[in-house]
């Protein structure tokens, strides 16, 4: 079945530091991929999305590409904030069908000032 | 603004009493879904319904059941509430299939 598999954590930064939070899938067919993110106390929103391969998503300044070749769609930041404390869920949508996505168990990033 | 909401954000119940978390969404999506989220175990999917009165068994439906009446809510269901059943438990909605999930902000229930 599909599953996604994410870098555990937590991962502690300075402000302004790289970020890559690792995420790797398996799958049958060609899913969507998503990254989502949850501020402390609330519910999960979607960061930014993939559909197809080679596709790069991105939005505020994280981005992540679709890469069939490595099943990989890791999440990059180029300078993190303190705002960006958080946990971050991997997801894909295999479609064939399907209604559900399929999560990774999530990984808590802290940036300190 | 797309909203899903849902009934309570912190609920305590005690051992064997029926609870009911209550979802709604306000943006006309077909498919609507329920899971628990804990530490360590990520988010797992309960039920989820693609249509009024339809449901399908998630990866844990034991000791759950849903409703949907209406297309804008979906209800869970606890029968008999069990100190496992502490968890914080999150809606959502998709338009169709593969789609883009919206959360709701969650519900924290502590079983007693």
Redesign the interface.
Known sequence: GDSVTQMEGPVTLSEEAFLTINCTYTATGY??L?W?VQYP??????LL?ATKADDKGSNKGFEATYRKETTSFHLEKGSVQVSDSAVY?CAL???A?????T????TKLSVIP | DVK?TQSSRYLVKRTGEKVFLECVQDMDHE?M?WYRQDP????R?IY?S?DVKMK?K?DIPEGYSVSREKKERFSLILESASTNQTSMY?C?S?PG??????????TRLTVL
């Open positions: 899913p969507s998503f989502y106390g609330e519910g999960l929103q979607l999305k869920f949508g295999s479609g069908g399907s209604y559900q996505l999560f990774g168990k999530g | 899903v498919n879904f360590g175990l990520g988010l999917l989820f693609y399908e998630g999150l959502a998709s299939l593969v789609d883009e999930q919206f959360f709701g902000p969650g």
